[in-house]
């Protein structure tokens, strides 16, 4: 009959402890649910819930403005992605593989964004972009098309700055 008792408290103790304890380990920094888990769930429905302009923004800002490129293709180019750019061969690899090639440990390259167009998933970005200090540089045109908060596909139109153009208005 003791041993009974005691086996009904052990029962109900073990009934408020198990859910408890599932409770913290499921929630902790070190559980399936943790904070990590959580913050980048609602990341990543941020990330889908931006415009397809923020989405390039955000990319341009991390890649270029942070000097993190393979981060924020990861983070902002879709897996199954299309680059058009000619040099390479067009997957999401190749464009790491070829943003990484760039000197970033000083002001090179530099952009100045001068123009954005954005109307419905296609994002057009005019920049400057001066590669080596002290050149003109080169009047660029980039352009992305977002799909789920992802850039799915990309193509850049290149044009070098003449030093002695005729042309007063210039590229910009």
């Known amino acids: 009959m003791i041993m009974r008792g005691w086996l009904h408290i052990f029962s109900i103790a073990a009934g408020i402890a198990a859910p408890v304890a599932i409770t913290l380990w499921s929630t902790s920094d070190f559980g399936v649910r943790s904070r990590a888990h959580y913050a980048a769930v609602e990341q990543q429905s941020a990330e889908r819930s931006m415009s397809a302009r923020d989405v390039v923004m955000a990319f341009d800002t991390l890649a270029f403005g942070e000097r993190k490129p393979r981060e924020a293709v990861l983070r902002y180019v879709a897996a199954e992605a299309v680059d058009h750019h000619q040099d390479i061969r067009g997957d999401r690899q190749s464009m790491i593989e070829m ?74």
Not at 121 to 140: C, E, F, S
């Open 99 to 172: 943003l990484e090639r760039k000197d970033w440990s000083g002001t090179s390259p530099r952009r100045t964004i001068r123009h954005v167009v954005a109307e419905g998933d296609l994002v057009v970005v005019h920049h400057h972009l001066v590669r080596q200090p002290g050149t003109p540089g080169i009047a660029a045109v980039d352009m992305f098309r977002v799909k789920d908060g992802r850039i799915v596909e990309h193509w850049d139109v290149l044009q070098p700055i003449a030093a002695n153009s005729p042309n007063r208005a210039g590229p910009f």
